[in-house]
């Protein structure tokens, strides 16, 4: 079991990182792919829990974001962009009341979460702080998880989320954002020469957005416990889709940047 993951995760460090590091383009082209991997997957377990989503329009939607911040556009454009596509599906709602109304609702969650974030995380990646904003995100993400799953595994006891996800325990999660904040510390050594950020500002960032990454982690969970399906996809083995790698990640990086925001660094 245990090499049967090591390979696929070896793989996805290497191409995020390849693709995070080696330029802005290759940076947005990354997250607008997952962003469109990601609304297909999507779009099968909700199939599946009886919702009708339109992910072709959300698919397009998440790759026009993707330009605009290619191209440097205001932020207000992208809100613009948002509220234009949730109009569309008010406006199919308005139009075919008696099964727009479901399609409309379902719809404009599926626009909040995850393509929204996946909006959010664009934004990040062609910012002036991407290298800050990711680095704290994605690698304080994957100490939590990995330690919240080895620390739960020996010492949980107390169930966090039982309906949601039997195996996750406080324990664990509490050990999770601890590591995360512990990575924060090591990551703040990483960037020193390159983007300098304070070592208790970058393990506080890296504590928080953990903890929202935990939530982003359990809002999956739930979405594929009400479809009855175990993972989002099947192109990684082992690993699930690209929502599962995802889910934490989406939520993390939002944290991140509103907290190097707020400290000024952002």
């Known amino acids: 079991m245990i090499k049967k993951r090591l390979l696929p995760a070896a793989m996805i460090v290497i ?20 962003a469109v991997m990601s609304a297909f997957e999507m779009q ?8 009708y989503v ?3 329009l959300l698919a397009v939607y998440g790759v026009v974001q993707g330009i605009l911040v290619w191209c440097h556009a205001p932020v207000a454009w992208m809100v613009a962009l948002f509220a234009f596509v949730a109009f569309l599906v008010m406006f199919w709602g308005i ?24 909006a959010i995380a664009l934004y990040a990646a062609g910012s002036d702080v991407w290298l800050d904003v990711l680095c704290i995100a994605i690698l304080g993400a994957w100490a939590c998880d990995s330690m919240a799953l ?38 703040s050594l990483v960037l020193k020469p390159f ?13 928080i957005a953990s903890c929202f990454g935990q939530v982003g982690d359990l809002a999956a969970s739930m979405i594929k416990r009400m479809a009855g399906v175990k993972d989002y996809g099947h192109l990684m083995p082992e690993h699930g889709g690209i929502m599962d790698k995802m889910d934490s990640i989406l939520f ?3 944290a991140a940047y509103l907290c190097l925001y707020i400290a000024g660094i952002a």
Request: charge should be positive.
């Open 150 to 187: 080895i620390g739960g595994s020996a010492l949980g006891k107390h169930k966090l989320a039982p309906r949601v996800s039997p195996n996750k325990t406080w324990e664990g999660s509490i050990i999770g954002a601890v590591s995360a904040a512990v990575a924060g510390v090591l990551i």
């Open 15 to 34: 191409v995020t990182w390849g693709c995070i590091l080696l330029s802005r383009p290759t940076r947005l082209l990354f997250f607008m792919a997952l």
């Open 54 to 56: 339109s992910m072709p």
């Open 252 to 254: 993390a990086i939002p």
């Open 44 to 51: 099968n377990v909700l199939t599946r829990a009886g919702k």
């Open 195 to 207: 983007a300098p950020v304070p070592m208790g500002l970058c393990a506080a960032t890296a504590f």
């Open 95 to 118: 139009l075919k009341p008696d099964k727009g109304a479901n399609f409309a609702a379902d719809n404009l969650f599926v626009l909040v979460w995850p393509f929204g974030f996946y």
